[in-house]
Every structure is written in structure tokens, then in C-alpha cells.
Nanobody
Framework: QVQLVESGGGFVQPGRSLRLSCAAS????????MGWYRQAPGKQRELVAR???????NYADSVKGRFTISRDNAKNTVYLQMNSLKPEDTAVYYC???????????????WGQGTQVTVSS
């Protein structure tokens, strides 16, 4: 059994910062790509940022220069530092982790429960 626990969402004013965290735990053999997606009301879920096991990153154009994704492999945790937040960043943010379980060594895509980020004055 694998669990992803997200934290760090909240309500902030435009221009402020938030840091999201997502920790994976359970029967894990290896973690590959980790990422963050978001879904605003009435919109499809979209990729925000992801980071490979080799620490290569890619970002949505809308967040480049403002958001930074990082990972701590010792803690099985991925972070999303969000600076200069805008109202259009308001969404539920979901952690996504591609990992192989220790029991089957099969790779699966796991999703966190989502954390709300609201940017408003």
C-alpha cells in the first residue's frame, strides 16, 4: 500500500508565496517522476511541473520563473515552491508520483488527495 500526503495549501494574497509538499510512504521500491498538477473550477486538470529521478524539470509556461519544483529522495518527498502567486493560480493542486511498489516491482501512477490554493485580495 502506498500513500501520498500533501500539505501546504491555503489562502494567500496576490504576490505572496506558498510551498506545497507531498510525501510518499508505504511499500515503495523506487520512485521515478514526481509532479504537480492543478485543476481550477470548470477546467481540466493540467500539468504544473514535474521532476524526473535525474532531477530534470519541466514547467507549464504559465508558471515558469515563478514556481520551482524540487525533491528530497531520502524523504520520498516532492515540493513546489510557488512565488509571485496570481489569482489565476487558484486551483486544487494534486501531487502525482510514478513509482514501483516493493511487492510487485510494477510501476504505477499515484495521486495525492489534492490541496486547495486560493489567491485573492
Amino acid at each position: 500500500q502506498v500513500q501520498l500526503v500533501e500539505s501546504g495549501g491555503g489562502f494567500v494574497q496576490p504576490g505572496r508565496s506558498l510551498r506545497l509538499s507531498c510525501a510518499a510512504s508505504g511499500s515503495i521500491f523506487s520512485i521515478y517522476t514526481m509532479g504537480w498538477y492543478r485543476q481550477a473550477p470548470g477546467k481540466q486538470r493540467e500539468l504544473v511541473a514535474r521532476i524526473t529521478s535525474g532531477s530534470r524539470t519541466n514547467y507549464a509556461d504559465s508558471v515558469k520563473g515563478r514556481f520551482t519544483i524540487s525533491r528530497d529522495n531520502a524523504k520520498n518527498t516532492v515540493y513546489l515552491q510557488m512565488n509571485s502567486l496570481k489569482p489565476e493560480d487558484t486551483a486544487v493542486y494534486y501531487c502525482n508520483v510514478d513509482l514501483a511498489t516493493a511487492t510487485t516491482r510494477t510501476r504505477y501512477d499515484y495521486w495525492g488527495q489534492g490541496t486547495q490554493v486560493t489567491v485573492s485580495s
